[in-house]
């Protein structure tokens, strides 16, 4: 689903979000600082999304949710820079990427780890698809507090459909496995295409379609 948010006056930050503040507080390695300047035109941390700005109360994991606008220069964003970003910022956020007059929003669901309060457990990237800036903007969804806000947001862009009775965590962990097992099937058929001996590739096609099979029901 690609939708745009109506985002409250109040809840307007408007703050110049610099590379160096980021790297000072995640410091990332030599590639990942590449990237930043390759694929990233300006990051302005756009809105605060909190109680005080949409008078809803906090719950556990969720005090406030971040907005995050990061003009692009090619309209593509590596991971590392978003996951990057992630670690710098001790909060869920949603990042809005713009590019040539369209957005899109992109998400990981970021949790505080139950090993240490202190540390954040992330998420695959989930996203929206491209929408034109013109397009009409929707409320933000109507919940009762900062997390049910800030599931409402995930659900928007998780690309499969909740199964019956499954929570956000259940469905977030499956998604990741999914990933997982379609990065393994690619590696697989890569392997294949390289493959002389016909036994092997017959060995190999049988563990693909054993892959793909777990993919599709991972994906219902």
């Not at 390695?29 to 909190?50: D, G, P």
């Not at 995050?68 to 949603?94: F, M, N, R, Y």
């Not at 669901?109 to 202190?118: F, G, T, V």
């Not at 965590?169 to 697989?188: G, M, S």
Request: aromatic fraction near 10%; charge should be positive.
């Amino acid at each position: 689903m690609s939708i745009l948010y109506d985002f409250p006056k109040r809840a307007v930050f408007g703050r110049m979000l610099s590379k160096t503040k980021i790297y000072e507080h995640a410091t990332p390695n030599s590639k990942v600082k590449e990237l930043f300047t390759r694929e990233v035109e300006k990051m302005t941390w756009a809105y605060k999304l909190s109680p005080t700005t949409l008078n809803l109360p906090v719950s556990e994991g969720v005090h406030e949710i971040q907005v995050i606008t990061i003009i692009l220069k090619t309209g593509t964003l590596a991971e590392e820079v978003l996951q990057t970003i992630d670690k710098a910022i001790p909060s869920p956020i949603l990042f809005h990427l713009s590019y040539k007059d369209k957005s899109r929003y992109v998400a990981a669901y970021k949790r505080p780890s139950e090993a240490d309060k202190n540390k954040w457990v992330i998420s695959s990237y989930f996203k929206t698809e491209w929408i034109a800036d013109s397009s009409d903007k929707v409320k933000l969804p109507a919940v009762l507090n900062m997390g049910a806000l800030y599931q409402a947001f995930l659900k928007a862009i998780i690309p499969i459909p909740f199964r019956k009775n499954e929570t956000l965590d259940e469905l977030v962990t499956r998604i990741d496995n999914l990933y997982i097992k379609e990065r393994n099937a690619a590696k697989i058929e890569s392997r294949m295409k390289k493959e002389k001996q016909f036994n092997r590739r017959v060995e190999m096609n049988g563990s693909l379609n054993e892959l793909k099979q777990e993919i599709e029901e991972l994906k219902r």
